[in-house]
């Protein structure tokens, strides 16, 4: 099955700061990377996403960049606020299963 | 959008007890369902894969005699926990794959959780 890596597994900002977070995948069939926010106790919710044919994806301040040759994808949120504290995991798929990274703190000093 | 309802959202049992967790696509027809297991401060590790009328498939590690999973209608997956253990205490979450909702997120939607609690 597909393996998803993330980094870091903790990150700390300052509140307007950009935040980075990055993961491998190792199965190239992968065809769709999505990114999800959890709050303690709820379920994951879907922040954006990219599919392989696409490089890089934006919605306000939050972008996605895939990288298929070295297989790996990255998001970043600039201008970070205090409300994008949680925790981010990356995901990717092939024909069906998805596969979560194992997930980053993302922690916005005020 | 697609909703998936998962019910109870949490349940303390006694070891040794079964649990049974529901999850419904409430607006669309789930061919496919998903069930992960979250660990605190853990990612979610998928447990299995149900096909609506067949067989589940299990991932490597996961005991299908121990977690049960049943697909037997388009709009409802059960996972049932058997002689469940303290260490099966954890968030177990499904999701639904909605293929006729577009694009806007694969079709993957998820159902709220359930905590479970094996005292």
């Known amino acids: 099955g597909e393996n998803v890596e993330q980094h870091p597994s903790t990150l700390s900002v300052q509140e307007g700061d950009s935040a980075v977070i990055k993961c491998t995948y190792s199965?190239?069939?992968?065809?769709?990377f999505p990114w999800y926010k959890q709050e303690l106790g709820k379920r994951p919710q879907l922040i954006i996403d990219i599919r392989s044919n696409v490089g890089e994806k934006k919605d306000q301040r939050i972008a996605v960049t895939l990288n298929k040759t070295a297989k790996h994808f990255s998001l970043h949120i600039t201008e970070t606020q205090p409300e994008d504290s949680a925790v981010y995991f990356c995901a990717a798929t092939g024909a069906n299963n998805l596969f979560f990274g194992t997930g980053t703190r993302l922690t916005v000093i005020p | 959008g697609a909703v998936v309802s998962q019910h109870p959202s949490r349940v303390i049992c006694k070891s040794g007890t079964s649990v049974k967790i529901e999850c419904r696509s409430l607006d669309f027809q789930a061919t496919t369902m998903f069930w992960y297991r979250q660990f605190p401060k853990q990612s979610l590790m998928l447990m299995a894969t149900?096909?609506?009328?067949?067989?589940?498939?299990?991932e490597q590690g996961v005991e299908k005699d121990k977690f049960l999973i049943n697909h037997a209608s388009l709009t409802l997956s059960t996972l049932t926990v058997t002689s469940a253990h303290p260490e099966d205490s954890s968030f177990y979450i499904c999701s639904a794959r909605d293929i006729e909702g577009g694009w806007a997120n694969y079709g993957y939607t998820f159902g709220s959780g359930t905590r479970l609690t094996v005292v």
């Open positions: 149900s096909n609506e009328g067949s067989k589940a498939t299990y």
């Open positions: 199965d190239s069939a992968s065809n769709y």
